[in-house]
């Protein structure tokens, strides 16, 4: 059994900064492809950034040069740094794990940008 674990979620004030962490434990075997997606209610769930286990990334246009995600594979962990945050960023946050041919979510976290 696969877990992912979200943390560091939380209330901040607009253009404050947070750091997701998302450790996945459990039966790991390699783990490819790493992401944070986000979700409000009412909406589906979009994509944030993701990364590949060399280290390659691509995040959605709105979080260019906010958001820098990033991975260590010895802990098998993602982490998201957001800075500069918005209003709009507020959403639950899920990380995502590749292994084989199957994909993994976490329980999410919720991040909340408000003054």
């Known amino acids: 059994q696969v877990q992912l674990v979200e943390s560091g979620g939380g209330l901040v004030q607009p253009g404050g900064s947070l750091r997701l962490s998302c450790a996945v434990s459990g039966s790991i075997f390699r783990i490819w492809n790493m992401g944070w997606y986000r979700q409000t209610p009412g909406k589906q769930r979009d994509l944030v950034a993701t990364i590949t286990r060399e280290g390659s990334t691509n995040y959605a246009d709105s979080m260019k040069g906010r958001f820098t995600i990033s991975r260590d594979n010895a802990k098998n962990t993602v982490y998201l740094q957001m800075n500069s945050l918005k209003p709009e960023d507020t959403a639950v946050y899920y990380c995502?794990?590749?292994?084989?041919?199957?994909?993994?979510w976490g329980q999410g976290t919720q991040v909340t940008v408000s003054s």
């Open positions: 995502y794990a590749e292994m084989g041919s199957r994909g993994y």
